[in-house]
């Protein structure tokens, strides 16, 4: 504990952290803490010796204690010191910048509450948050971790994607999910830039093989199936096929952008199988067939033995 604390003084002492940053350097010495609260209770406990030193009548750190008292805004430890009617100088700027992550950590908030605006739109269930690498700040923050030989402490990336998840699973009523989500989230939080992809959805069926309706769809001639306006962004023209109407209806339901088609024949049937590429609607068999029902051409096609999997 008093190595703990030894070094808690000298990182406070010498140098101006945020409280997430502060908390994060030492993350791997308890759970079921925020960094930010594991950063007010390191903070907590330097003020509670320094109130014991200076009710003790012992010597006390000057420079610590103008770091607690100006960096930190420690009022209770401020109103000590008046009581004592000591003078302590001002030896750091009170507009200090986090020496790790300079106020990146500030933007956790915003940034998920844009999350949450731009997935409003979005019927998931699970999502994922990643952050992109922030190559100057891991360095700084593990140059420091090596000079004060720091073992315990936490990647700026892991809190930041965590603490935005949090968030996000409060203003959406999403669950988090490491494994598979529905939805991952790429964020670039230097640049503010978010990033949204969706698992594509699978669809795999049988069609009845109907002769005056042709299979497949053609390729845009403008585009050559990358997709463009003229196509809507599909790939594909417009025509009375299979691939055209199914892809189309699926997209409809999905909200996705781009479909993928494939077929085997078998007998009279076929096996089809279309991927909904970056949708933004989960759908299911029930919901699907009775749309199906509902569609005077797909229902001529005698969809059956439906599949749905993301």
């Known amino acids: 504990m008093d190595d703990f604390l030894k070094l808690a003084r000298r990182i406070v002492k010498n140098h101006y952290l945020c409280i997430n940053c502060l908390g994060r ?45 100006y960096r930190y805004k420690k009022k209770n430890l401020l109103e000590l010191v ?20 300079g106020g990146l950590m500030d933007k956790i908030d915003d940034m998920a509450i844009r999350i949450s ?12 948050v990643g952050v992109e690498r922030i190559s100057d700040i891991e360095k700084k923050e593990d ?7 720091i ?20 203003l959406t009523k999403l669950n988090y999910s490491d494994t598979n989500p529905d939805i991952q989230i790429i964020v670039n939080i230097v640049n503010e830039k ?10 795999t069926g049988n069609i009845v093989r109907i002769d005056d309706i042709p299979i497949f769809a053609k390729t845009c001639s403008n585009c050559k199936g990358v997709g463009c306006a003229q196509c809507n962004y599909t790939g594909k023209t417009p025509d009375n096929s ?10 409809a339901l999905s909200q996705g952008k781009k479909w993928k088609f494939g077929v085997e024949y078998k007998d009279d049937k076929l096996n089809f199988r279309i991927s909904i590429i970056s949708p933004k609607i989960k759908i299911n068999e ?15 096609m005698g969809i059956s033995d439906l599949s749905i999997w993301i």
């Open 242 to 251: 299979i691939e055209y109407i199914l892809g189309e209806f699926l997209l």
């Open 25 to 69: 350097m030492f993350a791997g010495l308890s759970t079921g803490l925020s960094n930010k609260e594991r950063g007010e209770i390191i903070l907590e406990v330097l003020v509670m010796e320094l109130s014991h030193e200076l009710y003790e009548g012992k010597r006390v750190d000057k420079k610590l204690l103008a770091s607690l008292l």
């Open 117 to 128: 605006r731009e997935m409003k739109d979005y019927r998931f269930e699970t999502f994922a």
């Open 286 to 300: 029930t919901q699907v067939l009775y749309k199906i029902n509902e569609n005077k051409e797909l229902s001529r």
């Open 194 to 203: 978010i990033k949204i992809r969706t698992k594509k959805i699978v669809i």
């Open 82 to 101: 008046y009581r004592k009617e000591m003078l302590v100088e001002k030896q750091h700027s009170e507009n200090s910048t986090c020496e790790i992550c």
């Open 151 to 170: 073992k315990y402490g936490e990647n700026i990336r892991n809190e930041i994607s965590r603490e935005i998840g949090k968030r996000i699973m409060k």
């Open 143 to 149: 140059e420091f971790r090596v000079r004060y030989n």
